[in-house]
């Protein structure tokens, strides 16, 4: 199936927009680079991750259910 395989390309892309996008959080902006915003940077980075990944494991999810049923309607059919 290539579902997988383009979610798990989707994961990887939404990763290094996370990981960049908290980059620049951390070093953008008026007030440059300030302890603050260097630890939300890596709240953003770790909170991010890891809404990434339930996310696309649960579009995973999703998708073999969906195959498990279509099984299921064959198979009574």
Do not use: D, H
């Amino acid at each position: 199936m290539l579902t997988p395989k383009i979610i798990t390309l989707i994961y990887w892309l939404l990763l290094l927009g996370v990981i960049f996008g908290s980059l620049q959080y951390i070093f953008g902006g008026w007030g440059g680079f300030t302890i603050g915003k260097f630890f939300m940077g890596l709240l953003y980075m770790v909170g991010g991750a890891i809404a990434a990944r339930v996310w696309c494991e649960l579009l995973i999810v999703l998708f073999k259910m969906n195959e498990a049923l279509q099984a299921l309607r064959n198979k009574s059919s």
